[in-house]
T-cell receptor, first 116, second 115 residues
Framework: KAGVTQTPRYLIKTRGQQVTLSCSPI?????VSWYQQTPGQGLQFLFE???????NKGNFPGRFSGRQFSNSRSEMNVSTLELGDSALYLC???????????????FGPGTRLTVT | AQKITQTQPGMFVQEKEAVTLDCTYD???????LFWYKQPSSGEMIFLIY??????QNATEGRYSLNFQKARKSANLVISASQLGDSAMYFC????????????FGTGTSLTVIP
């Protein structure tokens, strides 16, 4: 089975621009989560999508948004980029168990975003 | 309060020796899962091992074992016979049944294996 894929792997943007990152989960996985990782803040949860619906959301400003398509692929968008948005953005997918079960997540290689 | 605490920012271990990475957690749920992930310098997070709160035996996966002490709320990762390729960041994480699918991660431990 192919793993989680993320595109692009590296991205350089300028302050004020917007960016869209893409994530394709493992085949059959319907849950996709996004994380931001920085040296200062560590791994922070952005949001989780399941069956095209946002199911959980972390504590990030509205500039960070996402969506999920019917094939479970997900995109996240960051508008009006700030220098502090420079980070590794990780996507993770999970099987689609009933609520209350606790499967592991499988991560993609990440997109490294640099904002200048 | 932090859900996951990893108190060792950095650890060193001699090749072929065993090493224990500490993790304590905080939850009032009865049903939860504990996970360990490895993150090499390439950035990808690699799933290592899982322990469910109702599992009576400690989880093992090859050279990885999880020392689960429920009363102490600790879930330490033990790596036996360390290899140079084990040098990486290691993250402990938890998932609670009551909070859906959100993972809570610790701040990580940087492990360096010395030849």
């Amino acid at each position: 089975k192919a793993g989680v894929t993320q595109t692009p792997r590296y991205l350089i943007k300028t302050r004020g621009q917007q960016v869209t990152l893409s994530c394709s989960p493992i085949s059959g996985h319907r849950s996709v989560s996004w994380y931001q990782q920085t040296p200062g803040q560590g791994l922070q949860f952005l949001f989780e999508y399941f069956s095209e619906t946002q199911r959980n959301k972390g504590n990030f400003p509205g500039r960070f948004s996402g969506r999920q398509f019917s094939n479970s692929r997900s995109e996240m968008n960051v508008s009006t980029l700030e220098l502090g948005d420079s980070a590794l953005y990780l996507c993770a997918s999970s099987p689609s168990p009933p609520p209350g079960t606790l499967y592991e997540q499988y991560f993609g290689p990440g997109t490294r975003l640099t904002v200048t | 309060a932090q859900k996951i605490t990893q108190t060792q920012p950095g650890m060193f271990v001699q090749e072929k020796e065993a090493v224990t990475l500490d993790c304590t957690y905080d939850t009032s749920d009865q049903s939860y899962g504990l996970f360990w992930y490895k993150q090499p310098s390439s950035g990808e997070m690699i799933f290592l091992i899982y322990q469910g709160s109702y599992d009576e035996q400690n989880a093992t996966e090859g050279r990885y074992s999880l020392n689960f002490q429920k009363a102490r709320k600790s879930a330490n990762l033990v790596i036996s016979a360390s290899q140079l390729g084990d040098s990486a960041m290691y993250f402990c994480a938890m998932r609670e049944a009551s909070t859906g699918n959100q993972f809570y991660f610790g701040t990580g431990t940087s492990l360096t294996v010395i030849p």
